[in-house]
């Protein structure tokens, strides 16, 4: 007789491990809504690893399941890899979220901080919704996530929201697996979430607090304002004496501000933002973006950018700043703020609260403060487009702890930074994730932020540094850390700055050993091996190792910072270096004290306090000053940035010429570009009544050239074909494009930084590979 029975369909249990940012971004519910919609029993949970399932049913839908868990991962997931393995089967019923397992290592990736989602916008604005106007809302797909952690796995009781126990409805949203809110460890509402208080010039709690600041901000007031990362100073960005008071008061120079605006249609008349711009604007990430200024744009007060040719432009990112900005029918207040760090010039960005009412007291008129602690600082980012892709110039909140891939294994290794927007590095294995931006060394409140930096960056990747890597810079303060953390007997390695800078060029493009590039580092200052200062370097490097190859000439460099802040210093410096006579009508000479003059001329003359400088970035700096762009600069890098903005206006009107000449020593002697004959035909350009904009326009396509000169060089006599442009020279767009246009067109690939900055906030990566490579060779001998 034939048996009709429908066969028994063959049941399949597989475990299955997700790595990967896969904790805090809805990945639990996530499998949970899987499994069940794949009738599927079994159980999920975090652990240190990532997250951890079990699944058990018809063995067809569990190949779905294997196969949809990575593909389908929910929108702020970053899958790493799916590994699944048979596991016995037990006939199980039902699927359930199993309480995290806490012990093991932790090298699951926390996600960065991402902005309010539009649900959340939503519920924001919606008089009905219980949350309305509740400025702590978020989901399993925004809020604050980094800088709230405290310890893996990611659960509530392992983030700073674990002092606020949930109310009734808030844990009934928190257990639901259908709720947006499933295990959303940030979640609180009205009733059971952080407290908002403004004090200062005006007193008030929740909404009023929010009301009373916009109201102060549209009386011209500066309040401090606690974001997500630390403190913010605001104020309103078309009132000229409120910013001119702000930057006063904060001993900021003429450094640009930071701009938020409410939405892009508030932005778009102020600069030119192309598609690709518009979407960093409005990425999930939020940094602040810099956009080319349209001319003569009204609304927006001149004392917050003078002399940039850039907005620093950003959108809302946290339900505060959407409340703060204004809701739809709320009471009219500035439309677009000034959102600059909580901080005084210098130092690092506030996050106590105790701390904010001391240190900011002199800054702000009121403070609007929440009880929700900030585990860490982290700084907004700071990003631009450049030849239609993104550069990251400071990575911080929306990018950090987002690691990068290293294209070679490496031990536990922790690298220091430079002591110039500082950031750390942790490497392990094939990963390496940098610190938040962190800041300049030269402030007790920037160490003490160092050391928290680094302590969370070991918590949140469970990486136990046993090699340690710093710059060889002797009086450089993160060395000082570096050598203080060897004393237990780990190794240190002391790393060549721009040897670092084009590591980690080489690094972010995946480059494997024994690969080897000629590297252009162009910045302002790095300690050279032979105790000058280096910085317009063409280097022959590998991750162990250099050679040097090129170099602009060396220039005394006068009083070293003194030189830097007053650029017309450097101008002088260039000109007696010439052998060029300091004429009384040239700018620099003009702006510089009789006395002063006269004091500089003897320096030069005996070599007093003057250390040889290759900097290119002190070249930028002196034929600002000689073109009369800028004489003192009052932030770094202002003479430069002044010196491109002139460029812009002129392009394409003709080119000085270096001419490198062989020098003793370096690889079968150095390429030696002597500056001199470009500052003279400068000079000669300045005598016959060419406008600043005419010489920095020259200038930039001669830096051009050089570095286009050097690479022929090189690869005529070594075959190399790939150039790394890294160092903070070349977050200047003008000159990174017109170099990697020229360099493409020649036949060249070209690297550039997307993934971290090209100033000293990458050299961390580049410090921790050339460790992990002296390491790895120091190993491998007998």
């Not at 899958?79 to 006939?91: D, F, I, K, L, N």
């Not at 892709?389 to 929306?398: A, K, N």
Request: negative net charge; contains cysteine.
């Amino acid at each position: 007789m034939t048996d009709l029975r429908e066969p028994v369909p063959e049941v399949e249990r597989r475990a299955v491990t997700v790595r990967g940012v896969v904790q805090g971004v809805g990945f639990r519910p996530f499998v949970h809504g899987l499994a069940v919609r794949l009738g599927l029993a079994g159980h999920v949970t975090n652990t240190g690893e990532g997250v951890h399932a079990e699944v058990e049913g018809a063995a067809a839908a569990v190949g779905e399941f294997c196969e949809r868990i990575g593909r389908d991962a929910p929108p702020l997931a970053e899958v790493e890899s799916v590994v699944h393995r048979p596991a016995a089967a037990t006939g199980q019923l039902g699927f359930r979220i199993l309480a995290s397992v806490t012990d093991g290592p932790g090298r699951t990736l926390v996600p960065p901080d991402v902005a309010t989602c539009d649900a959340c916008l939503a519920e924001l604005a919606d008089p009905a919704d219980r949350r309305h106007r509740h400025p702590f809302i978020s989901c399993t797909h925004c809020g604050p996530r980094f800088t709230i952690v405290t310890s893996l796995p990611y659960d509530r009781a392992g983030t700073t929201m674990g002092r606020f126990p949930m109310c009734e409805r808030c844990r009934a949203e928190y257990a639901d697996p259908g709720d947006r809110r499933f295990h959303a460890q940030p979640i609180a509402c009205h009733d059971c979430g952080p407290v908002l208080r403004l004090t200062g010039a005006r007193d008030g709690l929740g909404g009023q607090a929010v009301s009373a600041a916009r109201e102060l901000l549209a009386q011209g007031a500066i309040v401090a304002v606690k974001g997500i990362g630390g403190y913010h100073l605001a104020c309103d960005a078309g009132n000229p004496d409120v910013v001119a008071l702000l930057r006063r008061r904060k001993g900021r120079g003429d450094k640009p501000f930071a701009l938020m605006a409410r939405s892009t249609a508030e932005v778009e008349p102020l600069v030119h933002a192309d598609p690709a711009e518009l979407a960093l604007l409005t990425g999930r990430e939020r940094p602040i973006v810099l956009l080319r200024r349209r001319p003569g744009a009204s609304g927006l007060a001149e004392e917050v950018a003078p002399g940039s040719p850039d907005l620093g432009m950003m959108l809302p990112y946290t339900p505060l700043h959407h409340l703060l900005l204004g809701l739809p029918g709320d009471p009219p207040g500035p439309g677009l703020l000034v959102l600059t760090s909580g901080n005084r010039s210098g130092e690092s960005i506030v996050t106590e609260d105790a701390d904010a009412l001391e240190r900011l007291a002199p800054l702000a008129d009121a403070w609007l403060i929440h009880d929700r602690p900030i585990q860490v600082p982290c700084d907004d980012s700071v990003v631009r487009i450049c030849d239609g892709r993104p550069q990251v110039l400071r990575r911080s909140r929306g990018y950090v702890p987002r690691p990068v891939t290293l294209p070679l294994a490496v031990p536990p290794t922790l690298a220091v930074g430079g002591d110039l927007k500082n950031t750390c590095c942790l490497g392990e294995g094939t990963r390496a994730w940098l610190s938040a931006h962190i800041g300049d060394m030269d402030d007790l409140s920037t160490l003490h932020a160092f050391d928290r930096a680094e302590r969370h960056l070991e918590a949140v990747t469970g990486v136990r540094p046993e090699l340690l890597a710093a710059d060889r810079h002797p009086g450089y303060r993160s060395g000082a850390w570096a050598r203080r953390a060897a004393a237990d007997g780990r190794a240190l390695t002391l790393v060549q700055h721009h040897h670092a800078h084009i590591a980690s060029a080489m690094a972010e493009h995946g480059l494997e050993q024994p690969a080897r590039v000629i590297g252009v580092a162009f910045d302002g200052t790095g300690y050279g091996e032979d105790g000058a200062v280096w910085g317009g370097e063409v280097l022959l490097a590998g991750y162990g190792d250099f050679d040097r190859f090129g170099r602009l000439g060396y220039v005394p460099l006068p009083g070293g910072d003194a030189a830097v802040r007053r650029p017309y210093r450097t101008a002088l410096a260039q000109l007696w270096a010439a052998g060029i006579d300091w004429h009384p009508e040239l700018p620099c000479v003009a702006a510089c004290p009789p006395d002063e003059l006269a004091a500089l001329r003897v320096q030069l003359e005996r070599g007093l306090n003057c250390l040889p400088s290759s900097g290119m970035g002190r070249l930028f700096d002196a034929v600002s000053a000689l073109a009369g762009i800028c004489q003192v600069a009052g932030y770094e890098a202002q003479a430069a940035l002044e010196l491109e903005a002139a460029a812009l206006t002129r392009p394409d009107c003709g080119s000085y010429r270096f001419t490198p000449r062989p020098g003793a020593g370096g690889v079968d002697g150095e390429l030696i570009a002597d500056p001199g004959p470009v500052i003279a035909a400068v000079v000669d350009d300045l005598r016959a009544g060419a406008s600043a904009a005419v010489v920095a326009s020259r200038f930039h396509a001669a830096v051009a050239d050089l570095v286009l000169q050097l690479c022929h060089a090189a690869r005529e006599r070594y075959g190399l074909e790939t150039v790394a442009l890294t160092g903070g020279v070349f977050a200047n767009t003008l000159l990174s494009a017109a170099c990697a246009h020229g360099l493409r067109a020649a036949g060249f690939g070209v690297l550039r930084h997307r993934l971290v900055p090209p100033n000293d906030g990458g050299l961390a990566l580049g410090q921790l590979m050339v460790a992990a490579a002296r390491a790895r060779r120091a190993s491998a001998q007998p």
